[in-house]
């Protein structure tokens, strides 16, 4: 089965795949709403004087070392500027022939194709970047519809990356999913089986289990996994703002759960993250006792890095006796920056679904005060499962 291995190659998502490359200030590259064959393209101009230099896009692409693989795209030009494509991996670099035979200046769209084999010892998956080039004279270029076909990879060092509205399934044959996710959902990758791909997800326990994604629906992200539990449990966090917690497979009032979904889908265990219980003062109970809660004091800001729980309104506080709490609500930190810190946090905010849940948020909050942006509770203290600091 063979799928589409560029990510965006309409344009239409600007520069959300594509990043851009230019070597002087007058090389300039746009992303257009029109001036394409149909709709969006990418428009790179390159100046008349002086040293011409380059404008060009690029993205990195998981493909297969000895594989052949055909590049198509379409492109028109004005002036006497060259177009033309690179492939490289690490020092190895392949460059198409010039196109300028084939794109008469004012000419319309034509489609050009670009054939390569892959360097690198063979059979291995190997990170690609594509770039497509105008430069070696003045002149302006269009591109539009870039197409790799193959047999898509993933590399097990990156993110997977799904794309808008996407369908994720609950086996790697049947047709139940849990929802349809967002644009940039992120998930460890963790195989593939039946050709789906297999991701790592939670549960409510903290537990790893599993899930699956068609492969033409998600792809291998720029974004590297990190080595520790925290970090790609924030990674994840954010990638999932908006949803609500039964479309990852929790039931109720999900905000503590969260947390320990969260652990699972990283597929890193720590065994200071307690996941008992669902319920919030069970959580502070545990890290009260254990000596891993800092309780805010109002005179001045609360440490507070990422990977600290966020616990709010906690009523009947008493550290010498932490059987008598009661915590209303929890968010993941997932940053900080001055006084501020920012969290993700689920059953936050928005209407109330059909199961009585709300979104998860992003939540910016107050060290000092406790005081949030959105949901309007006060952060009473913060849990440090992962150390402080």
Known sequence: MTNELISDGGFSKRDAYWKKSTWYSGNIVEFLNSGGQAGECVKLTVPSVGDPGQSSIFQHIPLVSGTNYTLTFYAK?????????????????????????????????????????????????????????AGSAGGTAWFDSATISGEKVFLSNKYVE???????????????????????????????????VKIRFGNASGALTFAYIKKAHCWSSEIELEDYGEERMATIAKSLVGLYGDDIGLGGQYCESFIHWLKGASGIENTDLYCDSNICGHAVKYYVTNNLYLARNGSTPLFMQR?????????????????????????????????????????????????????????????????????????HGAAHPYGIG
């Open 77 to 133: 030009r004005t002036g006497s500027v060259d177009v033309w494509a690179e492939v490289s991996v690490g020092a190895s670099t392949i460059y198409s022939s010039s196109f300028i035979p084939q794109l008469t200046d004012g000419g319309n769209y034509v489609m050009l194709r670009f054939s390569f084999t892959v360097p690198g010892t063979f059979g291995t998956i190997v990170r690609t970047r594509l770039r497509l080039i």
């Open 162 to 196: 799904t794309d808008s509205n996407v369908p994720i399934y609950r086996t790697s044959t049947g047709e139940i999913t849990y929802s349809r996710f967002p644009e940039n959902s992120r998930f460890v990758y963790a195989g593939i089986e039946n050709d789906r």
């Open 307 to 379: 990977g600290h729980l966020a616990y709010y309104d906690v009523s009947n506080y008493n550290p010498s006796n932490p059987e008598n709490i009661k915590a209303a609500h929890v968010g993941f930190v997932v940053d900080t920056e001055g006084g501020n810190y920012y969290a993700v946090e689920g059953n936050a905010v928005g209407a109330l679904n059909t199961n009585n849940q709300q979104k998860i948020g992003y939540i910016t909050g107050d060290r000092l005060t406790g005081q949030v942006d959105q949901h309007g509770r006060t952060m």
